[in-house]
């Protein structure tokens, strides 16, 4: 008998199929669905650029495939658990939306387009990661910017 932390494999001997009961503790699981987001993540990308997407639906998938993939988390990866959990629940939310939003058709172009893409190469945009990190550095700057005018009130009024 297994409990729901267990994952059973198939394995091939010379005496036939053996049954191999796997413990995944619950971070490895996290870190699993974590990784099958990917694939979900790209078709959304590829609905982004899919002609029979609405616009809105393209903003909001846009949206999520850009924290997706954002080096920047609300929660960082490397705190336990807690750094997963934005990850399976606010880029998880986002699909569902975007999925509501993109008619069914597109959405299984898409899907099927991804698979297809990630089974042969794996997406490989570093153009795309540069952008997204520089729009993070921007936006980080900016930030501090105006943080340092908030701080510094009498020396933003002279300049």
Known sequence: MCDRAATVALQTSDHGPLCTIIKMTWLQQL??????????????????????????????AACVVAYALSPIDLIPDFIPVLGYLDDLIIVPLGIALVIRLV?????DECREEAARRLDSSGPRSWVAAAVIIAVWLMLAALSAWLIWRWLHPAHAATV
């Open 31 to 60: 870190k699993q669905r974590a990784k099958e987001l990917e694939s979900q993540t790209y078709a959304l990308y590829l609905v982004c650029r899919h002609p029979g997407t609405p616009w809105h639906a393209k903003a909001v």
């Open 103 to 107: 008619p069914t058709v597109v959405m």
